[in-house]
């Protein structure tokens, strides 16, 4: 992970499991969105009995693979 990032103070510093409201809130996209990214495997989750959590981690990962420079 890069070093000197800025990190998004809307949310606690020390947590890391977000549910899918949330994790929709901080990729700026619609729940039903993040939803197909998890079903079409784009993004892992942790499953608790039918509750979905989404790790900080992936969603980071998530969003630098994703990445392009438009020339």
């Known amino acids: ?9 809307k949310y606690p510093l020390n947590k890391r ?15 039903f969105s993040v939803r197909t990214l998890i079903w079409s ?7 608790e009995g039918r509750k979905m959590y989404l790790d900080i981690l992936d969603l980071e990962q998530y969003v630098e693979r994703n990445k392009v420079i438009m020339a």
């Open 1 to 9: 992970m890069k070093t000197g990032k800025v990190i998004n103070l």
């Open 17 to 31: 499991l977000f549910d899918l409201k949330e994790a929709s809130v901080y990729l700026g996209r619609p729940v």
């Open 41 to 47: 495997g784009a993004l892992p989750v942790v499953k």
